[in-house]
């Protein structure tokens, strides 16, 4: 027996090690000059509670909070500081959205805080006719919490089974909203003699919350079935201006739809203008864009939406970060689109949300709309630390490379912070263009700082069962031979790992650069960084940059002005030649620029010059810039 198991565990050691020998080669092919990007902060985000010490959120690196309660924000009266809760029989609890907003802006500086308007028209008013729901079962959950009791309704047992008898008056516990009260709340935190909050950290508001199934969330109040899409426009635009007028900076988001069914559909509506049917989406970007354009107010800033995908396998759950952007995609959950044209397609199975989205804004406001995107709930899916980890990391490089504005998981699962805290804590402020030659399986997603002389290449391996020997070869950053850190998430357990910036489960390793190339093996379902700086930007025997010239803008496009304290003549002593040298990062003279005397500002044509980083050589004097087309 002892001789079989040595021989069938020396077969399997031996099966695992030709199948990962067997797994694909992977090129990636990064371009530090292409596709360049700046990667929103706040795509580092989160949604509902400070549940854990402050130091644990500014050690992983959150920079934005979702903290308006979801469903709970539809009723919330925030002069009573209390809200109705639709999923538990319409109860009302207390609800301190100011005490939050507070804590925000004394505890975390860096981070953007985002609450909700109230488009229904009623809010909570009273606790005094909750349902007794500890009377009746210690507030256990039972498949009733979602009746609307709330205001004095009735149950009862009824051939053994618990009936609804009567639903509660939603007069008693709810009061008239109209939007100057709703829109109030930010004279009350920003205005003279309100909080004195920090607007500037308090900038996002979404409208409402899934408007879209409120005859379904909030059916105590919308008893006769979901308003027209029209009524809901109409208050969603009165709204966005009256915030506007008090508030200009405030950035406006919506329309927060619950889920890819209703992209497609408002309700069972078929909304039609001049006989041309329109998608419940491209509808909300019209009216938009018609109100902007009649009336000169923005009412749309940020394009928000909700999603939880479906995947009916662990492997399609780890495709589900191609749902927004990729035209080939055929997602298994895709269903609404179907409804797209106005009938029903079968055939139609491709859902690229976020490129749609974007299609339809340019066709209804026109190119440089300056409306960005954004998730502001959604679910990884697999609970599973690494599964969940590997997605998340997943969204966050995509969002990344696509300039998405926020992003705030609405489900949490272990795994997700040690990603969190890789990503923020270590990737850069501009995303740069990274190409796999396997890039459903291995994706990279890189980051460079403003001067593009500090990278970061992360790593994601989708594959559930193989490593992938990785080669990447880098462009437009000249990194000196030697080794490099790496960090790496792989194989977590169970239990959650992420304590502190200092403890967690990142593993540090090296890797050696030769030729502005690298190789690593990846393992299965990981997250790897690759941390890397570009070559010394010092010329020898160049001084370092003095204040006697300026140059701007950095990064320069098709100019590059040089401006001088003083005449160019002043400084003939020490300068001799006249001249101003362009180098690229090798050090090779791309151009030569003489000045007059008397000169005090120059202005070189940077068109045509190929984007990079380059030098100014001013006498002995050597300052960085970058051109960037």
Not at 172 to 192: C, K, M, N, Q, R
């Amino acid at each position: 027996m002892k001789n079989f198991k040595f021989t069938f565990l020396s077969l399997l050691g031996l099966y695992l090690t030709v199948s990962n020998a067997n797994a694909q080669d992977v090129t990636i092919t990064v371009n530090a000059n292409q596709d360049k990007k700046a990667v929103s902060p706040y795509i580092y985000g989160r949604n509902n509670t400070f549940d854990k010490p402050t130091q644990f959120y500014k050690d992983a690196g959150l920079r934005f909070s979702r903290m308006n309660g979801g469903n709970n924000a539809t009723k919330y009266n925030w002069r009573k500081k209390i809200s109705s809760h639709p999923d538990w029989y319409n109860n009302v609890y207390g609800n301190d959205w100011d005490k939050t907003a507070k804590t925000i802006s004394t505890n975390y500086p860096n981070m953007q805080g985002m609450f909700a308007f109230q488009l229904l028209g009623r809010v909570a008013s009273t606790n005094a006719y909750n349902f007794n729901d500890w009377g009746y079962n210690n507030s256990q959950w039972w498949e009733g919490v979602g009746w609307n009791l709330a205001g004095g309704g009735i149950i009862d047992t009824v051939d053994g089974k618990i009936v609804l008898v009567q639903e509660g008056d939603v007069n008693l516990y709810t009061e008239e909203w109209p939007s100057d009260s709703t829109v109030a709340i930010l004279e009350h935190w920003f205005g003279t003699g309100g909080l004195g909050l920090n607007k500037n950290q308090l900038l996002y508001w979404s409208m409402d919350n899934e408007c879209d199934i409120w005859d379904g969330t909030h059916d105590d109040v919308m008893s006769d079935g979901l308003l027209p899409a029209s009524e809901f426009m109409d208050k969603f635009i009165d709204v966005a201006k009256k915030a506007r007028a008090r508030f200009p900076e405030v950035k406006i988001c919506g329309p927060v739809t619950t889920s890819e069914w209703q992209w497609y559909k408002w309700g069972s509506e078929s909304i039609r203008i001049d006989g041309i049917y329109y998608t419940w989406f491209e509808y909300f970007i019209k009216r938009c864009a018609d109100e902007e354009k009649a009336s000169g107010i923005r009412v749309l800033d940020v394009f928000d939406i909700h999603h939880y995908p479906y995947a009916p396998t662990d492997n399609d759950a780890l495709q589900n970060h191609r749902i927004f952007y990729d035209k080939d995609y055929i997602y298994p959950g895709a269903n609404g689109l179907k409804t797209i044209n106005g009938g029903w397609n079968e055939s139609l199975k491709k859902e690229y949300i976020f490129k749609r989205v974007e299609d339809w804004l340019t066709k209804h406001y026109g190119e440089g709309h300056g409306i960005t995107l954004a998730l502001s709930e959604w679910s990884p899916g697999p609970s599973e630390p690494n599964l969940a980890s590997v997605i998340y990391s997943t969204h966050l490089g995509t969002f990344a490379n696509n300039g998405v504005e926020f992003f705030s998981p609405w489900t949490w699962f272990n795994g997700m912070w040690e990603s969190l805290h890789l990503f923020s804590r270590y990737a850069k402020n501009y995303s740069v263009s990274s190409v796999s030659s396997l890039e459903n399986t291995v994706s990279a997603y890189t980051t460079v700082n403003e001067t593009a002389d500090s990278m970061t290449v992360i790593i994601v391996n989708r594959d559930m069962n193989a490593p992938h020997k990785v080669t990447i070869n880098l462009n437009g950053l000249s990194v000196t031979d030697g080794n490099y850190k790496t960090l790496q998430l792989a194989s977590l357990p169970a239990s959650e790992t992420f304590k502190s910036h200092t403890d967690n489960a990142l593993k540090q390793d090296s890797v050696a650069v030769a030729s502005n190339s690298l190789t690593i093996t990846v393992p299965a379902l990981s997250t790897t960084a690759v941390i890397l700086k570009a070559a010394s930007t010092d010329i020898p025997g160049h001084k370092k940059p003095t204040d006697k010239i300026t140059i701007f803008p950095n990064p320069a496009n098709n100019q590059l002005k040089i401006q001088m304290n003083s005449p160019y003549v002043n400084y003939a002593p020490l300068y001799d030649g006249g001249c101003i040298v362009l180098l690229n990062y090798q050090g090779q003279t791309v151009a030569v620029e003489y000045l007059q005397s008397g000169t005090y500002d120059y202005t070189i044509n940077t068109s045509n010059i190929p984007a990079g980083l380059y030098f100014i050589k001013f006498g002995n004097e050597v300052q960085r810039f970058a051109i960037q087309h």
